[in-house]
T-cell receptor, first 111, second 114 residues
């Protein structure tokens, strides 16, 4: 069963707009990670946020984590056509030996 | 990009045949993982390894076995392939456990079982 569930499943925006994706999970976690997957390729790591952190930034990416609500969000600001991809959240269990992935959000950024 | 090579990249085979997928890394990372990716299920962990000859089961391990005789190679074997094992298989590596480090992925093997 999936630990993380992304919302929405698909998102279409124009270049320059912001894109927000949400992730909910069920059990306590060590950390939460976001990955990007371009069509036909493997996943690429974007950000890792630990359970004691609330917000983290990396370039145009901003991730928040609310452990009380068991949810996280990924914000991509000033989106570009090159941001078109699927985005996955993944939770690391407390034992730190496994990641459990959600079903992903498909983002399309139109030029 | 992390040095991860999966082989073969594509394979078509018949039900009941054995299949072995190979993951080779040049990063000397301790941890290696096998996932399968299916529509509607995201990625699901099959098996992982935390060192040479040290492996453990993941979420969907039935019908799969793994071996790791060298740091750089992690093999996934389907002893008798079934159509339900048609999927895209990804190998991933990490320097240490996922409590501290992200995973780096190969580009996948697309396996079709007829």
């Amino acid at each position: 069963s999936q630990q993380g569930e992304e919302d929405p499943q698909a998102l279409s925006i124009q270049e320059g707009e912001n894109a927000t994706m949400n992730c909910s999970y069920k059990t306590s976690i060590n950390n939460l990670q976001w990955y990007r997957q371009n069509s036909g390729r493997g996943l690429v790591h974007l950000i890792l946020i630990r359970s004691n952190e609330r917000e983290k930034h990396s370039g145009r990416l901003r991730v928040t984590l609310d452990t009380s609500k068991k949810s996280s969000s990924l914000l991509i600001t000033a989106s570009r056509a090159a941001d078109t991809a699927s985005y996955f959240c993944a939770t690391a269990n407390n034992a730190g030996n496994m990641l459990t992935f959600g079903g992903g959000t498909r983002l399309m950024v139109k030029p | 990009d992390a040095g991860i090579t999966q082989s073969p990249r594509h394979k078509v085979t018949e039900t009941g045949t054995p299949v072995t997928l190979r993951c080779h890394q040049t990063e000397n990372h301790r941890y290696m993982y096998w996932y399968r990716q299916d529509p509607g299920h995201g990625l699901r962990l099959i098996h992982y390894s935390y060192g040479v000859k040290d492996t453990d089961k993941g979420e969907v391990s039935d019908g799969y076995s793994v071996s790791r005789s060298k740091t750089e190679d992690f093999l996934l074997t389907l002893e008798s392939a079934t159509s339900s094992q048609t999927s895209v298989y990804f190998c991933a590596i990490s320097e240490s456990s996922v409590s501290n480090q992200p995973q780096h992925f190969g580009d996948g093997t697309r396996l079709s079982i007829l």
